[in-house]
């Protein structure tokens, strides 16, 4: 089956640790991106990727760094600097060409800081 | 730039009745409209999408939005609600293809037994 995978589904992290949220997808699809969503506030976009090796700031990257090596990956890293990380995290794909590229989501990964 | 609003963040309707989810938007070239729903602790899925042509646009689960210009509006609509409707609702626009996306804050709907 097709689709997006995200791990973990839930994490934990400490005050001052960096963690990293996987995301995999096998659709084939060029773009990818990462969401935050909080409560009252749909969601937010942190980065996005159109191709391998290339990665734009969204509205609100600070305190988020981000890869792409290969087609199929996208981890997004949370690190210290992010001053309220806790939320729920949602990564998405979309072919970069063809027609109107309607983003596919991943289950999302709820980080809690304790 | 672009913009959403979503008018109601909660909606609570009878279960067999209309549900009407109210979004606008403000883009400085033709947009593309889409209407996501969320349940509980999932990612989004795209209920339907509006491109160019037809302006009442049908998705899944008995799902409709119209796209009307004049008033740059795309409001969701069921004509009968069931008690598997009840989610998060999310209008999004963009101006390109869909490549990134701009969502409204959404609307939580309840469904009354």
């Known amino acids: 089956d097709g689709g997006i995978t995200q791990s973990p589904k839930y994490l934990f992290r400490k005050e001052g640790q960096n963690v990293t949220l996987s995301c995999e997808q096998n659709l084939n699809h060029d773009a990818m991106y990462w969401y935050r969503q909080d409560p009252g506030q749909g969601l937010r976009l942190i980065y996005y990727?159109?191709?391998?090796?290339?990665?734009q700031k969204g509205d609100i990257a600070e305190g988020y760094s981000v890869s792409r090596e290969k087609k199929e990956s996208f981890p997004l890293t949370v690190t210290s600097a992010q001053k309220n990380p806790t939320a729920f995290y949602l990564c998405?794909?979309?072919?970069?060409?063809?027609?109107?590229?309607?983003?596919?989501f991943g289950p999302g990964t709820r980080l809690t800081v304790l | 730039a672009q913009s959403v609003t979503q008018l109601g963040s909660h909606v609570s309707v009878s279960e067999g009745a209309l549900v009407l989810l109210r979004c606008n938007y403000s883009?400085?070239?033709?947009?593309?409209l889409f209407w996501y729903v969320q349940y509980p602790n999932q990612g989004l899925q795209l209920l339907l999408k509006y491109t160019t042509g037809a302006t009442l646009v049908k998705g899944i689960n008995g799902f409709e939005a119209e796209f009307k210009k004049s008033e740059t509006s795309f409001h969701l609509t069921k004509p009968s609600a069931h008690m598997s409707d009840a989610a998060e609702y999310f209008c999004?626009?963009?101006?390109?293809?869909?490549?990134?996306?701009?969502f409204g804050t959404g609307t939580r709907l309840t469904i009354i037994p």
């Open positions: 998405a794909s979309s072919l970069q060409e063809g027609s109107y590229n309607e983003q596919f």
């Open positions: 883009s400085s070239v033709p947009p593309y």
């Open positions: 990727s159109q191709i391998v090796n290339d990665f």
């Open positions: 999004a626009v963009s101006d390109t293809h869909g490549e990134k996306l701009t």
